[in-house]
C-alpha cells in the first residue's frame, strides 16, 4: 500500500465515532421493498475489514416487520429476494459482491418479468423485535443471509448494502404469501454461529402455511446452508404432517 493510502485509512479511522464491537444492529432499513443501508453508520473501517477478511463472508440477521394478512400469520410471515449487493469502495478500488444464500428457496411469479422463477426467501414472524439498538445477541433473529465469497484489497473507505425484494404478482399461495407489505425490514451484522443458531431454530419455518411450497435448501450449485439443516426437515413434517408442503 502506498504511504499516501496508508494515511488516508489511518485519519479515516482516527476520524470515525466511537462503534460498538461486532455483531451490531443497522440503522439503515429497507422499506416498501428495496432500499440502501450505509454500514459505515454503524461499523468503523477497521471493525468491517477484521470481519470480512477473517470469514469471507457477510452474515446478515434479518429482524421481519411484514402484516399478518392473508396467509401470513403472526407466527409465520415471508418475503423473497431479488437481489442484495454488498458494495466496498477501498483504496485499491470499488469492489462488489451479489453471491448471496439463505436455507430456503421458493417458486414465486416476478412482477417484473411475469415469469415465475426460483428466489431465495426468508421468513419470521410479525411484529417481532429481535434487531434493536440494545441488541447483544442475535441468536434469535428471524432469519439469516450469508453474502459468500467476499474478497478486496485495501482499507475500506466506504460500505453499503443495496437490497431489493421481489415484487410478487398473482394470487397465487407463494406470491400472496412472500409478498412484502407492512414496516420496514430490520438488519444486523451477526457472528456466524449466531446466524446458524437462528437457522437452527427457525420457529417461524415450521409454523409456514400448509398452502405454499418452498424447499430448504438452496438451488443447485450454490453454498449449501448449514449440516443441520438435514435434521430440521423431517422436524417440520413431523410439526405440520401436510402433503401439500414441499420440503426437499
Known amino acids: 500500500m502506498k504511504p499516501t493510502s496508508v494515511l488516508l485509512v489511518a485519519s479515516l479511522v482516527m476520524a470515525s465515532p466511537v462503534f ?9 432499513r429497507i422499506a416498501k421493498g428495496s432500499g440502501y443501508i450505509d454500514v459505515f453508520k454503524d461499523v468503523s473501517s477497521l471493525e468491517l475489514a477484521n470481519y470480512l477478511s477473517s470469514s469471507g463472508s457477510l452474515t446478515l440477521g434479518v429482524d421481519l416487520n411484514e402484516s399478518a394478512n392473508g396467509l401470513e400469520s403472526s407466527t409465520s410471515v415471508g418475503v423473497a429476494i431479488k437481489n442484495i449487493i454488498l458494495s466496498l469502495q477501498t483504496t485499491a478500488g470499488s469492489y462488489s459482491f451479489s453471491d448471496f444464500y439463505t ?14 422463477s426460483e428466489f431465495y426467501t426468508l421468513f419470521g414472524s410479525a411484529g417481532s423485535s429481535e434487531i434493536n439498538g440494545g441488541t447483544t445477541d442475535f441468536s434469535g433473529v428471524d432469519d439469516v443471509i450469508i453474502i459468500d465469497n467476499v474478497a478486496f484489497e485495501g482499507g475500506i473507505l466506504s460500505a453499503g448494502l443495496d437490497i431489493s425484494f421481489v415484487d410478487t404478482s398473482g394470487s397465487g399461495s407463494n406470491e400472496t404469501f412472500f409478498d412484502y407489505t407492512g414496516g420496514a425490514e430490520e ?9 446458524a443458531a437462528a437457522d437452527a431454530a427457525s420457529p ?6 400448509a398452502q405454499i411450497s418452498f424447499s430448504v435448501a438452496g438451488p443447485t450449485g450454490t453454498p449449501e446452508p448449514w449440516w443441520f439443516l438435514g435434521l430440521l426437515i423431517p422436524i417440520i413434517h413431523w410439526l405440520r404432517k401436510s402433503p401439500a408442503r414441499a420440503v426437499n
Not at 436455507?103 to 415465475?116: F, R, S
Request: aromatic share 2%; no cysteine; glycine share 6%.
Open 20 to 28: 460498538a464491537d461486532l455483531p451490531t444492529a443497522l440503522k439503515d
Open 187 to 195: 438488519f444486523a451484522i451477526i457472528l456466524a454461529s449466531e446466524g
Open 204 to 209: 417461524s419455518v415450521a409454523n409456514a402455511p
Open 103 to 116: 436455507n430456503t428457496t421458493a417458486n414465486i411469479l416476478d412482477a417484473a418479468t411475469g415469469v415465475e
